[in-house]
């Protein structure tokens, strides 16, 4: 997955060092883009398109955090973040007292980049899994319409949908045709933190447009495994394809089936779309 990198800048602690080279070898392996972490603070809009167009990946050296501090103290929106120190611990290896990294450290930032990659890349899932829509209910109201999946796919009443794999406990969410028409042309997806943990309602990342910011109200629990890359760098998808490749997030399921009781299927949602378009217009 390509990130926004923002390292880490101390020198005084090995730690420091080494989340420079985790960096460094994160852009070369997935073109990712570094931020620097002076030029950030003295100058924030140089890094707007890159910030606007990638996730953030927040790479601390200890427990101080100054990196993620300084994305905090000026209220970037962070996609992952990890504390080399605790990454240094996770691998059982220990780390020397040198400020120079030698063979042994270089070898170590490579293990915890390379595990890194692996724990953010998104986790490939079978075409046919997720299979795109054939037959749409077509909610109207004046000279709008609005489509809706007549089956595979359930939504909440804040126009989350979600679709469930067909052969694995997984599940995709995204926003409805009626959310993007609503918003018009969107222009950025903060994805949430992969492997995080979220609750039925809870917050899943958000979209947002020149016209509006939408919370994505998540309609299942479960643990984010993957977000859209292709939304990430291309938002207009989710105004092209809102069912299809305008997907946003998957998640591993908790419990579907308690989770499915308080949702409703395509015909359901519908209706309360044309209520809706009813009200706001």
């Not at 606007?52 to 992952?80: F, M, S, W, Y």
């Not at 949430?192 to 609750?199: D, H, R, S, Y």
Request: hydrophobic share 45%.
């Amino acid at each position: 997955m390509k990130y926004a990198i923002l390292p880490c800048n101390g020198l005084d602690k090995p730690v420091g060092p080494l989340a420079r080279e985790v960096a460094l070898w994160l852009a070369a392996r997935d073109g990712g883009e570094l931020i620097c972490p002076v030029l950030l603070g003295n100058s924030p809009d140089r890094y707007a398109r890159v910030l606007g167009a990638l996730p953030l990946l927040v790479i601390d050296g200890c427990a101080t955090q100054c990196a993620t501090k300084l994305a905090n103290g000026l209220e970037l929106k962070i996609g992952r973040k990890i504390q080399i120190a605790e990454e240094v611990k996770r691998t059982g290896a220990a780390l020397g007292k040198s400020l120079t990294l030698g063979p042994d450290e270089l070898g170590l930032a490579s293990t915890i980049a390379a595990a890194l990659a692996k724990e953010t890349a998104p986790l490939a899932s079978a075409t046919a899994d997720y299979a795109t829509p054939q037959d749409y209910i077509e909610a109207a109201h004046d000279k709008f319409l609005f489509k809706v999946p007549a089956a595979g796919y359930f939504f909440n009443e804040n126009d989350v949908w979600v679709q469930p794999s067909a052969s694995a406990n997984r599940a995709r969410i995204g926003i409805s045709d009626f959310a993007q028409q609503q918003m018009t042309d969107i222009t950025f997806f903060g994805p949430p933190t992969i492997g995080a943990e979220v609750e039925q309602f809870g917050e899943a990342g958000y979209v947002e447009s020149a016209k509006a910011t939408l919370e994505l109200v998540c309609p299942v629990s479960g643990r984010v495994v993957a977000v859209n890359t292709m939304v990430s760098e291309t938002p207009e998808l989710i105004n092209q394809d809102p069912y299809g490749q305008g997907w946003l997030v998957e998640l591993e399921l908790r419990d579907f089936s308690a989770d499915r009781e308080l949702l409703i299927d395509g015909p359901a949602y519908a209706e309360v779309v044309k209520k809706k378009a009813a009200e706001y217009s």
